[in-house]
């Protein structure tokens, strides 16, 4: 099982998707284009995750590898390959199929509820969280649904949450690779970003951290092992 794992930002550990792939003894293969790494072709791999980051799915002037990222998840997916993208990956995967990305509509931190669509009870990955679950959120950015996906997941905040495109191509804007010891590391990280996102979040967060955090650290990683059963199938 050979995955391309994408690096956005520096900041990105693979959490939960980390720890499932390991399971899955999968063979990693890091590239980190923000800083210059050139992008492999499709050929050699079996699955991509692109990962979150601090710019937005069109700023292509200031990071112009992203137009040929977005291509390349979409290779990915008309190969039937699994592609996975996780917050500005969910962007960036959106953008690849058609959806519109809206700057700065969707304002969301820390663990917030999300809710499964009816499509999402047969889903062979978002199946596997309950109806209803906390995970972690870390974004300002949002985008329309592609003609061509299947919302999975949603909020009042962000609409689509989640959505799949054909078998195994999926866009999850919620953190479900961030468990407790990845905020944390974010936490201790980036409080001035933090504290700019939710004045009010940081004298709660280790109270949240052990009610919220714990569960989402559960639904997270049965997310991220569903998608990794996908892988090779």
């Not at 960036?92 to 509820?113: D, K, M």
């Amino acid at each position: 099982m050979r995955v391309l794992i994408i690096e956005n930002f520096h900041a990105s550990p693979l959490g939960n998707v980390g720890i499932a792939l390991e399971e899955a003894q999968a063979e990693i293969t890091l590239r980190r284009p923000w800083q210059g790494d050139a992008l492999p072709d499709h050929d050699g791999f079996d699955a991509i995750v692109v990962l979150g980051g601090e710019q937005s799915a069109l700023d292509d002037e200031k990071y112009p590898y992203l137009p040929e990222l977005v291509a390349l998840m979409r290779t990915f997916g008309a190969a039937d390959k699994p592609a996975l993208g996780i917050c500005l990956g969910s962007q960036l995967l959106a953008r690849a199929h058609g959806g519109t990305n809206r700057l700065n509509a969707a304002r969301e931190f820390g663990w917030r509820e999300v809710r499964r669509t009816e499509a999402a009870a047969d889903d062979p990955v978002l199946s596997a969280a309950a109806e209803a679950f906390p995970i972690f959120q870390w974004h300002s950015d949002t985008f329309t649904l592609p003609e061509n996906a299947v919302r999975l997941a949603t909020n009042e905040t962000a609409e689509n949450q989640c959505f799949r495109v054909g078998r195994a191509s999926y866009g999850m804007q919620f953190h479900f690779e961030a468990n407790r010891d990845v905020v944390e590391t974010w936490v201790k990280g980036f409080p001035d970003t933090v504290d700019r996102m939710d004045p009010d979040w940081l004298p709660t967060y280790p109270q949240r951290a052990e009610t919220e955090g714990k569960t989402a650290d559960a639904a997270g990683l049965a997310i991220a092992r569903a998608w990794v059963r996908l892988i090779g199938a």
